[in-house]
């Protein structure tokens, strides 16, 4: 591994034990034994280890040692998104607009792939957001819209699409948008995916796709992101 191409032995280990595959080949060796089979110090290879962790490549527990996990884009997109609105908040707007871009652009594809246990689950989540909207007292049903995103979009096989709605929905929770919305606006989020779900579950995908649309308008109109374009 002299041409490491991260310059991480341990990554470049990842790769070629992926690659070769092999029974069990998710359960990884410890950071003793790679550091003998790579020559690598073992205080290299942890510092290694963090950051694929942190990219969400490997898990590690007590018990189990260093395990390879599926690929998942959304950790490496939040890494770097939640430097980037730290720093500089109003980069939030810009990758609310992308998120945006990308729900509509895959909207089509991804609603056609929805299994009818698909549209039940939406129905639910509806019925759990109004519940919560409609009792005594108000809570605003943060999670549910999170959900009800991310499961329209979830047959997709494209990570990367899926990682970077994940991403929005983190940075969203970050910008504190899920701790306070007025409630008329809340009422018009819920009728929108009200609308969504409708669509999805009778095939008219085209009327689902104008209700999403508008939909994506609303966080504009909220007073505490009078400037942050397109993010709902």
Same mark, same amino acid.
């Given at each position: 591994?002299?041409?490491?191409?991260?310059?991480? @032995?341990?990554?470049?280990?990842?790769?070629?034990?992926?690659?070769?595959?092999?029974?069990?080949?998710?359960?990884?060796?410890?950071?003793?034994?790679?550091?003998?089979?790579?020559? $690598?110090?073992? !205080?290299?290879?942890?510092?290694? =280890?963090?950051?694929?962790? !942190?990219?969400?490549? $490997?898990?590690?527990?007590?018990?189990?040692?260093?395990?390879? =996990?599926? +690929?998942?884009? /959304?950790? #490496?997109?939040?890494? &770097?998104?939640? +430097? #980037?609105? /730290? %720093?500089?908040? %109003?980069?939030?707007?810009?990758?609310?607009?992308?998120?945006?871009?990308? @729900?509509?652009?895959?909207?089509?594809?991804? $609603?056609?792939?929805?299994?009818?246990?698909?549209?039940?689950?939406?129905? &639910?989540?509806? *019925?759990?957001?109004?519940?919560?909207?409609?009792?005594?007292?108000?809570?605003?049903?943060? &999670? *549910?819209?999170?959900?009800?995103?991310?499961?329209?979009?979830?047959?997709?096989?494209?990570?990367?699409?899926?990682?970077?709605?994940?991403?929005?929905?983190?940075?969203?929770? !970050?910008?504190?948008?899920? =701790?306070? #919305?007025? +409630?008329?606006?809340?009422?018009?989020?819920?009728?929108?995916?009200?609308?969504?779900?409708?669509?999805?579950? &009778?095939?008219?995908? *085209?009327?689902?796709?104008?209700?999403?649309? @508008?939909?994506?308008?609303?966080?504009?109109?909220?007073?505490? #992101?009078?400037?942050?374009?397109?993010?709902?």
């Amino acid at each position: 591994m002299a041409n490491s191409r991260f310059e991480s @032995e341990f990554l470049d280990f990842l790769i070629a034990s992926a690659v070769e595959g092999g029974e069990d080949s998710d359960r990884l060796p410890s950071l003793s034994a790679l550091s003998q089979e790579l020559g $690598v110090s073992v !205080a290299r290879l942890r510092e290694q =280890l963090e950051v694929a962790k !942190a990219l969400g490549f $490997v898990d590690v527990r007590p018990r189990t040692g260093i395990r390879r =996990l599926p +690929y998942d884009f /959304a950790p #490496a997109v939040w890494q &770097s998104l939640s +430097y #980037a609105i /730290a %720093t500089e908040p %109003t980069l939030f707007q810009p990758f609310a607009l992308l998120r945006r871009q990308i @729900e509509l652009a895959f909207w089509d594809q991804a $609603v056609r792939l929805l299994t009818p246990e698909d549209h039940q689950e939406l129905q &639910s989540l509806m *019925e759990q957001a109004l519940s919560k909207l409609n009792g005594t007292p108000i809570r605003i049903p943060h &999670s *549910e819209h999170r959900q009800l995103h991310i499961t329209i979009y979830k047959r997709l096989e494209n990570p990367f699409v899926l990682g970077l709605i994940e991403a929005y929905w983190a940075a969203y929770e !970050a910008a504190g948008f899920n =701790l306070y #919305a007025d +409630y008329n606006y809340l009422q018009d989020v819920w009728n929108y995916h009200q609308l969504m779900v409708n669509a999805i579950c &009778s095939g008219d995908f *085209e009327a689902g796709y104008r209700a999403l649309l @508008e939909h994506t308008d609303l966080l504009y109109h909220r007073p505490e #992101a009078m400037n942050l374009p397109n993010g709902n």
